[in-house]
């Protein structure tokens, strides 16, 4: 082959790379234009697609139903149906604060604590009545401190190992107040500013008084309950009706076992479940107080303090005791506002009785009796 031809050939092979390189970029620029001019118009559709997409998600999801009307009477019975709930855990708190041992927390928490409540609150068991916060506070809280300071010391006799020793560590070992609420009846008033309450109750005390002891007790609470302006129900009445006290090796038909029937019995007995009898064995029946907002009938005023009156068979105030169906085991007396037989539990000469069951009512105004 001459130089002539190898030339010819060399500048067709050129060539040809050079038409293949030229294809090859506008095989690569092509779809990239072809790309960018479909993008454009893409991008100015999405807002219109976007729309019409929530338009149709709109179409497709359910209406929102509307809210639901109810008539006030649905409304006041609902509202009902949450003071009931809320009565019945305030009352049920106080046993929590007594098993405890903590009366301080409980009336600070759980009771009355606006005016004119205060004033009226009261405690009531078989023979005695606390009415307005000094008296029902030096019942539940002063006499419970004195309480237990006696019941350590009785714990650290009866210690025989030697562990407990006289220090606030120890105040409260070796005592078990322990009662149950059942059978709940709750009352709502109408306008909702009050409720009344009772409950059965079973529980045992347990404690070192001089030896170690333990009882029996069965009674009935009667609850009054008052909402305060923060809307919270607090108690306002309380009331106990011990039917019987006796030591568990005892039996509470015995007369002279059940504390609650005649004032004698166990020595480790609470304040206030018994029996008080004039100096002629009369029994003392208590007053009827209704205990309205504010309101101190002028007879109950500057009561005297309990005296020490024996019943026959037996003391009415043994030294000592938890509270039971009282508030704070041995008396001392300078908290009581008025004192007398409200409640005489059961014997073979007693027919059995209940608290009076609360009934319907609007106001407090429209009631004659309180518990």
């Not at 997409?53 to 019975?77: D, F, L, W």
């Not at 098993?99 to 005016?115: F, P, S």
């Not at 009226?120 to 309480?147: H, R």
């Not at 019943?311 to 169906?325: E, K, S, W, Y």
Request: charged share 20%.
């Amino acid at each position: 082959m001459n130089k002539r031809n190898i030339s010819v050939l060399l500048a067709l092979c050129l060539l040809i790379s050079l038409m293949v390189s030229v294809a090859g970029c506008s095989a690569k620029t092509e779809p990239e234009s072809q790309v960018a001019e479909s993008a454009a118009p893409a991008e100015s559709k999405a807002p219109a697609e976007n729309e019409a997409s929530a338009e149709e998600e709109q179409a497709e999801a359910p209406a929102e139903p509307e809210r639901a009307q109810y008539s006030s009477e649905t409304v006041a019975a609902a509202q009902r149906a949450l003071d009931y709930i809320e009565v019945h855990n305030v009352i049920s708190k106080h046993e929590y604060y007594h098993t405890a041992l903590d009366h301080k927390g409980e009336i600070e928490n759980i009771w009355v604590n606006e005016d004119p409540w205060m004033d009226t609150m009261s405690w009531t068991n078989n023979t005695q009545k606390m009415i307005g916060y000094e008296d029902v506070y030096g019942f539940m809280v002063t006499d419970l401190e004195s309480n237990i300071a006696m019941s350590l010391k009785s714990a650290m006799a009866n210690d025989t190992k030697g562990i407990i020793t006289d220090s606030e560590e120890w105040l409260g070992t070796g005592m078990f107040w322990y009662h149950m609420l059942m059978s709940p009846t709750i009352e709502v008033a109408g306008d909702g500013e009050t409720a009344r309450a009772i409950f059965q109750s079973w529980g045992t005390v347990t404690g070192p008084m001089g030896e170690m002891t333990s009882q029996w007790t069965m009674e009935s609470y009667g609850f009054d309950c008052a909402k305060m302006s923060t809307g919270e129900w607090k108690i306002w009445h309380l009331r106990t009706y011990v039917y019987f006290y006796c030591d568990t090796d005892d039996h509470w038909y015995d007369m002279q076992s059940n504390t609650a029937a005649s004032g004698a019995g166990s020595a480790n007995a609470p304040a206030g479940v018994g029996v008080m009898y004039d100096e002629d064995g009369n029994q003392i029946t208590g007053q009827t107080y209704l205990g309205a907002p504010g309101e101190i009938p002028e007879d109950m005023e500057g009561m005297p303090p309990p005296s020490d009156m024996t019943p026959p068979g037996g003391d009415m105030t043994p030294p000592g005791g938890g509270p039971g169906g009282g508030g704070g085991g041995a008396p001392s007396g300078s908290f009581t506002t008025e004192t007398g037989t409200y409640f005489t539990g059961f014997s073979l000469y007693k027919i059995a009785e209940s608290p009076e069951i609360p009934e319907p009512y609007y106001t407090w105004d429209d009631l004659t009796t309180s518990y």
